[in-house]
């Protein structure tokens, strides 16, 4: 526990003092009157907007099991979910909420190989989802503000997210290769651990190979017989992507701005690229200046610190305590997470 207490601390203390450091540097004569007319009802709905997303993420979960012949309950798919969150948001590149997530999928008799299948999956439609949007929203961007600097951060962060995302495909579709990749780490890892014998090794991969084999026949099955389920986790994908990136623009109706809803929806699909540079404990600092540097672009500078904290405190603290809480006092799931952390 004093492991994750400590990845905790530190995504909230990086957090909070790139906050603090925008919000000073955005800091004007007309802040104060910004924070005075902010419409409260509008914040709250924004909270409840965000709450919406665990929702329909659970249903697209739940709807790639289904696929597979795996009947996950609505509550059970909503836990697992917004546990994940969690450990999202204390690694980087929120990478740690796949392990977790897969864990708690095996945890329900799902073999591990078809769990995998899901949450890859699910890391897939949005890979592909945001990548399609990307291109689109750079032009949008491009048309109010050219700067080079910024175009080439997107350009390595978009080439990073095409690699990762070249590599999970060739892994669905040439299996083999992929195996002797996995072996041969499996094999180092084994030897770094101590353990060297033939028989335990022999163990380790034979387990592997069957892991492997499951998540490549879930795949196949998601591609074919549970192409049903497949069409509706699409779907999921795209309704969650719209209603969290709608938030942002709940938050600044509630600040008294008026801004392009699809400079809005841009901005955050170039964050969402950004953000998968593996920099600090979810993202913490780079996604506070990072939405700073994007969203002055159509946000005034009197509010527009106060814009990133109140969209922070969403897709960052909200996420935070609620995986915290559903993980530790409903799943009770900690010794996972202190391994996955050690």
Same mark, same amino acid.
């Given at each position: +526990?004093?492991?994750v207490?400590?990845? =905790?601390?530190?995504s909230?203390? #990086?957090?909070?003092?790139s906050? %603090? *450091?925008?919000f &000073?540097?955005?800091?004007?004569?007309?802040?104060i009157?910004?924070l +005075?007319?902010?419409?409260p009802?509008? =914040?709250?709905?924004?909270?409840? #907007?965000?709450?919406?997303?665990? %929702? *329909?993420?659970? &249903?697209?979960?739940?709807?790639?099991?289904?696929?597979l012949?795996?009947?996950?309950?609505?509550?059970?798919?909503f836990?697992?979910?917004?546990s994940?969150?969690?450990?999202a948001s204390?690694?980087?590149?929120?990478?740690?909420?796949?392990?977790?997530r897969?864990?708690?999928l095996?945890?329900?008799?799902?073999?591990?190989?078809?769990a995998?299948a899901?949450?890859i999956?699910?890391?897939?439609?949005?890979?592909?989802l945001?990548?399609?949007?990307?291109?689109f929203?750079?032009?949008?961007l491009?048309?109010?503000?050219?700067?080079?600097?910024f175009?080439?951060?997107?350009?390595?962060?978009?080439?990073?997210?095409?690699?990762i995302?070249?590599l999970?495909?060739?892994?669905?579709?040439k299996?083999?290769?992929?195996?002797?990749?996995?072996?041969?780490?499996?094999?180092?890892?084994?030897?770094?651990?101590?353990?060297?014998?033939?028989d335990?090794?022999?163990?380790?991969?034979?387990?592997v190979?069957s892991?492997?084999?499951?998540?490549?026949?879930s795949?196949?099955?998601?591609?074919?017989?549970?192409?049903?389920g497949?069409?509706?986790g699409?779907?999921?994908?795209?309704?969650?992507?719209?209603?969290d990136?709608?938030?942002?623009?709940?938050?600044l109706?509630?600040?008294?701005q008026?801004?392009?809803?699809?400079?809005?929806?841009?901005?955050?699909?170039?964050?969402?690229?950004?953000l998968?540079?593996?920099a600090?404990?979810g993202?913490?600092?780079i996604a506070?200046?990072a939405g700073?540097t994007?969203?002055s672009?159509?946000?005034?500078?009197?509010?527009?610190?106060i814009?990133?904290?109140?969209?922070?405190?969403f897709?960052?603290y909200?996420?935070?305590?609620v995986?915290?809480f559903?993980?530790?006092?409903?799943?009770k799931d900690?010794e996972?997470i202190k391994?996955f952390?050690?």
């Amino acid at each position: +526990m004093n492991k994750v207490k400590k990845w =905790i601390f530190v995504s909230l203390l #990086i957090s909070l003092v790139s906050s %603090v *450091i925008v919000f &000073l540097f955005t800091f004007d004569s007309g802040t104060i009157d910004a924070l +005075m007319e902010i419409k409260p009802e509008y =914040i709250l709905a924004a909270a409840c #907007i965000h709450a919406i997303t665990y %929702v *329909i993420w659970g &249903l697209r979960t739940r709807s790639l099991c289904k696929a597979l012949g795996y009947d996950l309950g609505y509550l059970k798919s909503f836990e697992i979910v917004t546990s994940g969150t969690l450990a999202a948001s204390i690694t980087p590149s929120s990478l740690g909420g796949e392990p977790l997530r897969i864990h708690l999928l095996h945890g329900q008799n799902i073999p591990l190989g078809k769990a995998t299948a899901v949450v890859i999956g699910e890391r897939l439609l949005d890979g592909i989802l945001i990548l399609t949007m990307a291109p689109f929203s750079v032009y949008a961007l491009r048309s109010i503000q050219k700067d080079s600097v910024f175009d080439a951060i997107f350009i390595f962060a978009e080439a990073g997210l095409i690699f990762i995302l070249f590599l999970t495909l060739y892994a669905i579709w040439k299996p083999e290769p992929t195996k002797k990749v996995v072996y041969f780490f499996v094999q180092r890892l084994a030897q770094l651990l101590g353990r060297k014998t033939d028989d335990a090794l022999e163990k380790i991969m034979t387990r592997v190979d069957s892991e492997l084999e499951y998540f490549h026949d879930s795949i196949s099955v998601l591609l074919n017989e549970g192409r049903r389920g497949l069409v509706f986790g699409i779907f999921h994908t795209v309704i969650f992507w719209f209603v969290d990136f709608f938030m942002l623009y709940v938050i600044l109706v509630g600040l008294n701005q008026h801004p392009d809803p699809i400079l809005v929806f841009a901005s955050q699909v170039i964050i969402i690229v950004l953000l998968v540079i593996p920099a600090t404990p979810g993202a913490s600092g780079i996604a506070e200046f990072a939405g700073t540097t994007v969203f002055s672009l159509f946000i005034s500078s009197s509010v527009l610190g106060i814009a990133v904290i109140a969209w922070r405190a969403f897709t960052f603290y909200m996420n935070l305590f609620v995986g915290g809480f559903v993980s530790f006092k409903i799943l009770k799931d900690t010794e996972f997470i202190k391994k996955f952390l050690n």
